[in-house]
């Protein structure tokens, strides 16, 4: 489900509006993934008085998906179409509004199959999707695996972590291993749609902790960031894989980093999305 943050919309006095869209991990929390441990949720505390005449969004999955039983690369798939057609509908009335992705781990996989779903779709359909792409000016991965894990020790490891908030099966940490097939398709396809967007690959510095004094990073530096890709800007964080999008405070260093990027790209955005739909409205036009 797509929903406004509590208290956010009142905050936006500006007829532009930018969108900032928040995608958690699979089964993750629209909220709770995002709060550090004194209770604050920065992009409902922090980051709208931060950045004035801003719309944020966070998208949350159904409880269902809870019961893990049913995912497979086919619940991927249909995740990233259910969330591009949920924020097609919701911005019906404002489709050139300019888009800033955040994603946090298994939802920047998510996210890349839904921008290659709306890469995809033909100029010659309506284009509720594509508008989409068109706008979408920058995009913030934080701990994303997308080249997957290595070992099945780790892949174990990764499952019992997060039994906390889901039950993942052996199919979907099929999919996380090292050179996975689907998460090489995914890239591979994602490079051509997200050409023209801004990208941050945040990776983690701290090993998360598990079971007992077992400490682990969880998806290492060549995975969140992929090493060579000079389209992407790269940068550690200070903290685990849970902790890097909890922020509890203006003067965290984590979170000036993080607000250095959108604050710039939000400044920018404007004059780069119409851009972009000037060259878009030429070709679907021809």
């Excluded at 931060?50 to 690369?73: C, F, M, Q």
């Excluded at 934080?142 to 174990?156: D, I, M, N, R, V």
């Excluded at 398709?185 to 007992?212: C, M, W």
Aim: glycine residues 6%.
């Amino acid at each position: 489900m797509l929903s406004m943050l509590p208290s956010l919309y009142a905050r936006c006095t500006s007829d532009r509006w930018d969108s900032i869209i928040a995608i958690h991990g699979l089964d993750g929390h629209r909220e709770g993934t995002w709060i550090a441990a004194n209770g604050i949720l920065w992009l409902r505390d922090l980051l709208p008085a931060d950045i004035p005449n801003v719309r944020i969004l966070s998208y949350g999955y159904d409880a269902d998906t809870r019961s893990w039983e049913y995912v497979s690369t086919q619940t991927i798939d249909q995740h990233a179409d259910k969330s591009m057609k949920e924020l097609s509908r919701e911005r019906k009335s404002a489709t050139r509004r300019p888009i800033i992705f955040i994603a946090h781990s298994l939802g920047g996989i998510i996210l890349k199959q839904a921008l290659v779903i709306c890469h995809n779709q033909s100029l010659q359909s309506k284009g509720h999707l594509r508008d989409i792409l068109v706008s979408t000016h920058g995009v913030l991965f934080f701990g994303t695996p997308h080249s997957g894990t290595k070992g099945a020790e780790f892949l174990q490891m990764f499952n019992r972590l997060f039994s906390v908030y889901m039950k993942a099966t052996n199919n979907l940490l099929q999919h996380l291993q090292e050179n996975s097939s689907k998460l090489e398709d995914i890239q591979r396809l994602y490079l051509s749609a997200s050409e023209k967007l801004n990208t941050v690959r945040f990776y983690e510095e701290h090993p998360t902790p598990l079971i007992g004094d077992r400490r682990e990073i969880i998806v290492p530096h060549y995975s969140a960031t992929l090493i060579g890709d000079r389209q992407a800007d790269q940068e550690v964080l200070h903290a685990d894989h849970c902790q890097m999008v909890k922020f509890s405070g203006r003067t965290q260093s984590n979170y000036k980093a993080v607000l250095s990027y959108i604050k710039d790209w939000v400044e920018e955005a404007a004059v780069v999305v119409e851009e972009k739909w000037t060259v878009e409205e030429a070709c679907r036009g021809s």
